[in-house]
């Protein structure tokens, strides 16, 4: 069974702060996707990155940056000079092939405010 | 091109009517997948369509919901007899499956219908 662990049900930080989102994650394939979905007031998901289990290289897209580590099966997501616009929950995922198709876990997420 | 698209938005209904939400997926998109999120909750996986395969329902909470899709169409999700425990945002979303295409299997959301049982 697939597992994927937000620990963090809250954060709240000042404008231009850095933060971290904390990602844990449980499967026995080793073949997996991970994601990063982030969901404004406005509730729609949005897809923010994908990563494949074999692909163990950090990614940084402007202030957005993932640290992918196998060896702690984490998946840890930093946002860098927070701005108000950051604020949402972000949800984790984790994806298996099963049954032919692709089985996604969601964390729980993590609600982050960002106060101006 | 468009994205997922989910109508109503919102709906509201009397305890014990049946509710129909429906789901425009993303052109080409094979799968199609439909989830629950309760106020200040995770996802919760209900049911999984590919292509012209039986789907996976092993997520529906129950015998009053139902969901139908023809092809890689339209699907609607249908609810019987709704109770207030049934209050939720009713997320679809839809992927490709295509090997190793960068976006493959990467599920796209729709902006949900907020589902209100009085």
């Known amino acids: 069974a697939q597992k994927v662990t937000q620990a963090q049900t809250e954060i709240s930080v000042v404008e231009k702060e850095d933060v971290t989102l904390d990602c844990v994650y449980e499967?026995?394939?080793?073949?997996?996707?991970l994601f990063w979905y982030k969901q404004p007031p406005s509730g729609e998901l949005v897809f923010l990155i994908r990563?494949?289990?074999?692909?163990?290289q950090n990614e940084i897209s402007g202030r957005y940056s993932w640290n992918f580590q196998k060896s702690t099966s984490s998946f840890n997501f930093t946002i860098t000079a927070s701005q108000v616009v950051d604020s949402a929950v972000y949800f984790c995922?984790?994806?298996?092939?099963?049954?032919?198709?692709?089985?996604?876990?969601f964390g729980t997420g993590t609600k982050l405010q960002v106060i101006p | 091109g468009a994205g997922v698209s989910q109508s109503p938005s919102n709906k509201v209904t009397e305890k014990g009517k049946d509710v129909e939400l429906r789901c425009d997926p993303i052109?080409?998109?094979?799968?199609l997948y439909w989830y629950r999120q309760r106020l200040g909750q995770g996802l919760e996986f209900l049911i999984y369509?590919?292509?012209?395969?039986?789907?996976?329902k092993s997520g529906l909470p129950s015998d009053r919901f139902s969901a139908e899709r023809t092809g890689e169409s339209v699907s609607t999700l249908t609810i019987q007899r709704t109770q207030q425990e049934d209050s939720a945002v009713y997320l679809c979303?839809?992927?490709?499956?295509?090997?190793?295409?960068?976006?493959?299997?990467?599920?796209?959301f729709g902006p949900g219908t907020r589902l209100t049982v009085l």
């Open positions: 979303a839809s992927s490709f499956t295509s090997g190793g295409a960068v976006r493959a299997d990467t599920q796209y």
């Open positions: 499967t026995r394939d080793t073949t997996y996707y």
């Open positions: 990563r494949n289990s074999f692909d163990e």
């Open positions: 995922a984790l994806s298996v092939r099963s049954g032919g198709y692709q089985k996604v876990t």
């Open positions: 052109s080409g998109h094979t799968a």
């Open positions: 369509f590919q292509g012209n395969s039986a789907p996976d």
